[in-house]
């Protein structure tokens, strides 16, 4: 009879760790994935311009759709669009939605704003939905711009910097490759 072994304790990750599993991560899953690198580098890219679009609840469907129109690789932008996420949504909308309001030439919400959502004692629930209405224009508007700015500067960079990377990883695993391949050579003719 085999001895029961104790369960492994599990381990906090630390930063290097978690720094190491996401790099065995990326270059296992995306440099070394079996497509060509302009259909790689594209689906990063649409993964990224919809994490930081305000469509939360849609993005994962989005984000295939884009992908298939635009002939990018459709499975490694879905990862991507998580960065958007409940832990994320303040540091990724509220700095789109200040841009927005700069390129809008709009002020941003204050309390003012706020206090107009709260509903009177006489208003209907119809008053109180047109209102939400109106205001929530408010805020789309600017976020939405903000979003769309943001998204696409960063889908740009996400685009050129994983195109070369790709290239580049791939160029230099050949190279390795053909060295080891020659040394092997090399040993069975001696």
């Known amino acids: 009879m085999t001895p029961i072994s104790p369960s492994r304790p599990k381990r906090s990750l630390s930063i290097a760790s978690w720094w190491r599993r996401w790099y065995d991560f990326v270059v296992r899953s995306v440099l070394r994935l079996n497509d060509r690198p302009h259909r790689i580098a594209l689906g990063l890219a649409v993964g990224v311009f919809v994490a930081f679009t305000p469509t939360v609840g849609l993005q994962m469907p989005i984000c295939v759709a884009l992908a298939?129109?635009?002939?990018?690789?459709?499975?490694?932008?879905?990862?991507?669009?998580?960065?958007?996420?409940?832990?994320?949504?303040?540091?990724?909308?509220?700095?789109?939605?200040?841009?927005?309001?700069?390129?809008?030439?709009?002020?941003?919400?204050?309390?003012?704003?706020?206090?107009?959502?709260s509903p009177g004692p006489n208003d209907s629930t119809m008053d109180i939905l047109g209102t939400l209405g109106s205001r929530f224009i408010d805020v789309a508007l600017p976020l939405w711009i903000g979003?769309?700015?943001?998204?696409?500067?960063?889908?740009?960079?996400?685009?050129v910097v994983s195109f070369f990377a790709i290239r580049m990883y791939r160029k230099e695993e050949s190279m390795a490759l053909e060295q080891l391949e020659s040394r092997r050579r090399d040993a069975s003719d001696q």
């Open 68 to 117: 298939w129109l635009l002939g990018a690789n459709k499975v490694i932008g879905l990862p991507v669009v998580w960065i958007s996420n409940p832990a994320t949504f303040v540091p990724i909308y509220y700095p789109s939605y200040l841009l927005g309001c700069r390129i809008a030439r709009c002020p941003s919400v204050d309390r003012t704003w706020f206090a107009s959502l």
């Open 147 to 159: 979003c769309l700015a943001v998204a696409t500067v960063l889908a740009i960079v996400t685009y």
